[in-house]
């Protein structure tokens, strides 16, 4: 596994896959690196010839005062575990070549940025954008994988890729959870005993918010409990629960024929977890009920 932090070297290594014609699949991280990082890894090197990961903690997706300095970093072991995996190259750029002194170019998207994280987060979507459009410039990838967790990101990512005509597929891929439901991030690290235990709270409430939806009639009654069950299970703050459609993130009175996705973030203490859940379409005879 070769490691790269120059610019230049890392686009001598890619222009020679590319006349190989080696398809590349690559897998952007911010390292530290879990469970779900790593069934990333193994879909990219199962789909692609040669397989590509980063790891830059990159500061402009966090606002002053949010967690980049203590976000957690350990190179060391995530390049043992990309080893492992079989990884062909690992790009570790510094901030100094990922943005200059002046830097003043962003990507701003709208549609699916629009709201849930981006109402307290509101700097995050444009840094997230910004450096996956330098990194996909840098790798060429041919597939971009990115984990379902982060599914707002995922579909601003989607967004940012068809409207700017980027040549690369973008594969989302499950979440990842530990034996008691919770999602694996790399801030579960922040938690203490308490707050690791109350955590999985929030996929529990997410699972019975998602059933009692699926039974149809408006959302709001559903999404308000889960915003109590939450408060009552030990969390701080609730950012928010919502029912969003699944393929452009409109928000959602109802479940109708259309997928939908139920997402939420809230907090324990200075930690902030989120997470989401697919919610099918409801059967038309549920969509038709008038009782609500
Ligand atoms: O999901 C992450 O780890 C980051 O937001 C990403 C996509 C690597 C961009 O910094």
Redo the contacts with the bound molecule.
Sequence with gaps: METVRETAALRRRIRAWREEGAPIAFV???GALHGGHLSLVRHGRAAAARLVV?I?V?PT?FAPGEDFERYPRDEAGDLAKLEALGVDLVYLPDIGTMYAPDHATWVVVEGPARGLCAETRPHFFR??AT??AKLFHRVQPDIAI??EK?YQ?LLV?RRMVRDLDMPVEIIGRPTVREPDGLAMSSRNAYLSPQQRRIAPALYRILCETAEALSRGGSAAPSLATAREHLLEAGFTAVDYVELRDAEDLEPLERLATRPGRLLAAARLGETRLIDNLPVPPVARSATNRSDD
Excluded: A, Y
Aim: proline content about 6%.
């Design positions: 952007p991280t911010m980063s830059f990159n997706q840094g997230v450096v996956v990115f984990g982060d990101q990512i």
